[in-house]
T-cell receptor, first 113, second 115 residues
Framework: DAGITQSPRHKVTETGTPVTLRCHQT?????MYWYRQDPGHGLRLIHY???????DKGEVSDGYSVSRSKTEDFLLTLESATSSQTSVYFC????????????FGPGTRLTVL | DAKTTQPPSMDCAEGRAANLPCNHS???????VYWYRQIHSQGPQYIIH???NNETNEMASLIITEDRKSSTLILPHATLRDTAVYYC????????????????FGKGTLLTVNP
């Protein structure tokens, strides 16, 4: 399995609080992605990164920001969490954005009360 | 983005071949077909991908029709551990970063392998 870890694995927080999720890889892959998964919606791309300090928005980026200061870490921040951001968040990596497959982490279950 | 259509669920007997269909009638000439699966509570797992020709690896075979409007994923000898949601995905270009491509996940097919 690709070396991808996510932390925390579970988190419960209150509306209005900031939350940061971390994705860490040991594969030295260039591309990293954040998805969220909700019943009835499948997986949806939030943000992605194509290199250190290079990021771009996905299809559901409102309310989220990301940062990538080094190759191995990709952080997803909810500046002020809302109940609609309750979801399972998956990080993925790939060594090329083109043909190569994406490897997914184990996921973080976030509950916003 | 080319959209895909998959049956919501399928059953298969353990040890038999599982054939999962996918329709992608609006696929463009340079778009690949990818298959992933997701076992309950885990992250998605890559299975196989292809452009025109049939492909085979240690997990599965991918059969793409000549007109590329549909494909079939074949698990030759299904086991109970193959019970999962299987996603057929057509890759689309992502942003303006050159070779970046996103994966758009639909609802997939829930394959249940029965003993």
């Amino acid at each position: 399995d690709a070396g991808i870890t996510q932390s925390p694995r579970h988190k419960v927080t209150e509306t209005g609080t900031p939350v940061t999720l971390r994705c860490h890889q040991t594969e030295n892959h260039r591309y990293m992605y954040w998805y969220r998964q909700d019943p009835g919606h499948g997986l949806r791309l939030i943000h992605y990164s194509y290199g250190v300090k290079d990021t771009d928005k996905g299809e559901v980026s409102d309310g989220y920001s990301v940062s990538r200061s080094k190759t191995e870490d990709f952080l997803l921040t909810l500046e002020s969490a809302t109940s609609s951001q309750t979801s399972v968040y998956f990080c993925a990596i790939s060594d090329r954005g083109g043909d190569n497959e994406q490897f997914f982490g184990p996921g973080t279950r976030l509950t916003v009360l | 983005d080319a959209k895909t259509t998959q049956p919501p669920s399928m059953d298969c007997a353990e040890g038999r071949a599982a054939n999962l269909p996918c329709n992608h009638s609006t696929i463009s000439g340079n778009e690949y077909v990818y298959w992933y699966r997701q076992i309950h509570s885990q992250g998605p797992q890559y299975i196989i991908h292809g452009l025109k020709n049939n492909e085979t690896n240690e997990m599965a075979s991918l059969i793409i029709t000549e007109d590329r409007k549909s494909s079939t994923l074949i698990l030759p000898h299904a086991t109970l551990r193959d019970t999962a949601v299987y996603y057929c995905i057509v890759r689309a270009p992502l942003g303006s970063g050159g070779s970046n491509y996103k994966l758009t996940f639909g609802k997939g097919t829930l394959l249940t392998v029965n003993p």
